[in-house]
């Protein structure tokens, strides 16, 4: 777990979102953010994700979030866990925001990306933890790798 980093002094911005975290035959997809100027983290591997739209509750935001950058629609979806007020930061370590962070397992392996995206990637656990263009956006990747651990047992 070379690359993970925590950090600690964060400027919350205001805005709630959702992160997926979908697991499929023991890996975890990841999905590489494309690099255009209204793109949040380009350039790192990352879950689906986005905000909550007004009026929107975040378990419709967060299947709204996954159908947009996967293809995967909620029937191919079991939900595992709900984990609130999860903070996420940029990969400077600024910019803070509270996210609702969901784990499902996935009945597909197969990915539909849109414009977010450049790549995806089934990957390990082990992948996940050793990749610094990742972890970074977490303030504690530690919890969200043993969220990710707990989810690949059950």
């Known amino acids: ?14 805005g709630a979102g959702v992160v997926a975290i979908l697991v499929h035959r023991g890996k975890v997809l990841v999905m590489k953010r494309i690099w255009l100027p209204f793109i949040p983290h380009p350039g790192i ?4 994700a986005g ?19 996967t293809g995967i629609g909620k029937g191919q979806l079991a939900l595992l866990g709900r984990y609130p007020k999860i903070m996420k930061v940029d990969k400077k370590g600024r910019n803070a925001a509270e996210n609702t962070v969901y784990v499902f397992r996935s009945k597909t392996g197969r990915i539909r990306m849109n414009i977010e995206n450049t790549a995806y990637r089934w990957a390990t656990l082990s992948d996940i933890a050793n990749e610094r263009h990742y972890t970074n956006i977490f303030a504690n990747p530690v919890f969200i790798l043993k969220v990710i651990r707990k989810a690949l047992e059950k």
């Open 45 to 48: 591997w990352t879950f689906p």
């Open 51 to 69: 905000r909550i739209d007004r009026g929107e509750s975040d378990r419709k935001a967060v299947y709204r979030e996954v159908l947009e950058e």
């Open 1 to 14: 777990m070379s690359g993970i980093k925590a950090h600690s002094v964060f400027r919350v911005v205001k």
